[in-house]
Structure formats: structure tokens, C-alpha cells
């Protein structure tokens, strides 16, 4: 993910009252496809989940600050969307939501011959979590954790 885009991006989001889950730049010729991922901030998310008129308008807002700031050279199709049921995990805060959730963790480097490791979320403690993997513990620092998804 892109830190620049996502500094840029995800205060206007926030003043939306949504919060900017992910988002993936796909670069494609001259220019590519940015997609954001967007969902209710906190407990509403349950009832509640992204509407087409909350993704029009987070796509308004970015689209005129992407305008004006130009971080993407070239033309590129720019789409909004809830992020799903295997939701990506990316902040300590979205780990917190969702400790007694099944994940899917990728690690950036192999530990005991892999990288992957499927499981419960058990605990999170600080930049640190625990995932239940095969009746064992397997804890990750969060900088060691290349993609985090929910399992549906």
C-alpha cells in the first residue's frame, strides 16, 4: 500500500464518519486502478454496512482531493467499495475488532518453512498478536505481517 496515498486519502474518509480500511493501487499503462476500501468506524459496522450512497461519497471527496494534489500520473479509474467478509486487517485497532475471529495471516518472512498460517486471532497486546494455529500459539509483531484477512 501506498503511505502517501493513504495519508492523503484517509482523512477524508474519516470526515465522512467511515473509515478507509484498505486501499491497492494496480498500476495499468499510463495510469491504473485505485481501489478503496471503506466501512462503518466502530460498532456500527455490524448493523449497519457501507452504502452505495456512502461509497458515491467518498468517491466525490477523493476524487476532488486527488485533483487537486495530481499523486497519480496519468488516467486511472478509481473505484469504492465495502471491503467483504474476508476484510483486510491492516491497523492494531482493526485487530482488536476481531480478536475471536478466524484470519488468514502472511508473514513477510518464512518461520519454520511458511509463510501462511490460518487461525483464531486469540490476543492482541500492544503491536503484537496471538493466533491459535493447529492448537498452538503463533504470535506475529504487526511490522512482520505482509496481509492479514478474515477468513469467512
Not at 474518509?13 to 473509515?19: C, I, K, P, Q
Not at 519454520?112 to 503463533?138: F, N
Request: net charge negative; aromatic share 6%.
Amino acid at each position: 500500500m501506498d503511505d502517501g496515498l493513504l495519508k492523503l486519502i484517509e482523512p477524508e474518509v474519516t470526515a465522512l464518519g467511515l473509515e478507509l480500511v484498505d486501499l491497492e493501487f494496480h498500476p495499468q499503462g499510463g495510469g491504473g486502478l485505485l481501489r478503496i476500501y471503506i466501512d462503518r468506524l466502530g460498532a456500527e459496522t455490524d448493523v449497519l454496512g457501507v452504502t452505495v450512497e456512502d461509497c458515491a461519497g467518498v468517491s466525490r471527496r477523493v476524487s476532488d482531493v486527488l485533483d487537486v494534489a495530481d499523486p497519480i500520473p496519468g488516467e486511472y479509474t478509481l473505484e469504492v467499495s465495502s471491503p467483504g467478509s474476508d476484510r483486510p486487517l491492516r491497523t492494531q485497532a482493526h485487530y482488536v475488532r476481531f480478536v475471536g475471529s478466524r484470519i488468514k495471516v502472511e508473514s513477510l518472512v518464512a518461520r519454520e518453512g511458511r509463510r501462511r498460517w490460518t487461525g483464531q486471532l486469540v490476543a492482541v497486546e500492544g503491536s503484537k498478536i496471538t493466533v491459535e494455529v493447529d492448537y498452538q500459539s503463533v504470535e506475529f509483531e504487526l511490522k512482520e505481517i505482509k496481509l492479514a484477512r478474515l477468513v469467512p
